[in-house]
């Protein structure tokens, strides 16, 4: 992850080569993140990333060779992975759910507005997942009407302290750190600690899958 005096470094994953050159354009052009590399499909990304520090990887879902999906789940394998970020053309593309599945922190729209893609950047690679829009909410509810998943998910956090149980919740929820310390008056490292057992337990490699099996569950 970056420091907080260094920039953001992003990698660009688009077989679109219109696509590629618009983010770089833009991402390069704001406050804190440079780019760093750019590949055309899925199975270019190891490569990439073994001769670039990436921070974050902006990562399209659709790709002739490896999709985004393949991909995400071999970047989130990695010893010190880098953030994913889903770029994906339509709100309806149930793809993103499995890619979300896989590790990504979150995703956006293609022509979501320049200012919203580079905060997302920025939120990720400070840690923080991209739960906000409603289009995830959609996403997130419809996995909860799954039986089987919500059975799951039910056993699986029935191993967390209750603490842990409160922040899994909060996660779900899409709270900030800091937002869930102020509710539970604790300290941020805290929350931090808690979260670091609750992925430890689960099995899980970053809260935003945490935040899926919450909603499977249907405790939000």
């Not at 953030?83 to 309806?92: H, Y």
């Not at 293609?110 to 200012?115: G, L, N, T, V």
């Amino acid at each position: 992850m970056a420091g907080m005096t260094e920039p953001v470094r992003v990698l660009i994953v688009d077989d679109d080569a219109l696509v590629r050159a618009g983010l770089t354009m833009m991402l390069d052009g704001s406050d804190g993140i440079v780019v760093v590399g750019e590949a055309d499909d899925g199975d270019q990304v190891p490569a990439a990333l073994d001769t670039r520090v990436t921070d974050v990887v902006l990562m399209d879902v659709r790709m002739p060779r490896v999709n985004g999906i393949a991909a995400t789940r071999r970047v989130r394998a990695r010893r010190n992975p880098p953030e994913v970020i889903v770029l994906t053309t339509f709100d309806t593309d149930e793809n993103v759910l499995r890619a979300l599945r896989a590790g990504a922190s979150g995703f956006l729209l293609k022509d979501s507005p320049p200012a919203e893609i580079a905060e997302a950047v920025r939120t990720v690679a400070a840690g923080d997942p991209i739960l906000s829009p409603g289009i995830t909410r959609r996403l997130m509810d419809r996995a909860a009407t799954d039986a089987t998943a919500y059975d799951r998910a039910r056993t699986a956090l029935a191993a967390l302290s209750t603490r842990e149980h409160e922040v899994a919740v909060a996660l779900g929820e899409g709270k900030s750190n800091a937002e869930i310390a102020g509710e539970l008056f604790v300290s941020v490292a805290t929350v931090k600690a808690h979260i670091t057992h609750i992925l430890t337990k689960l099995g899980l490699g970053n809260r935003t899958q945490v935040a899926l099996l919450v909603h499977d569950a249907g405790l939000c």
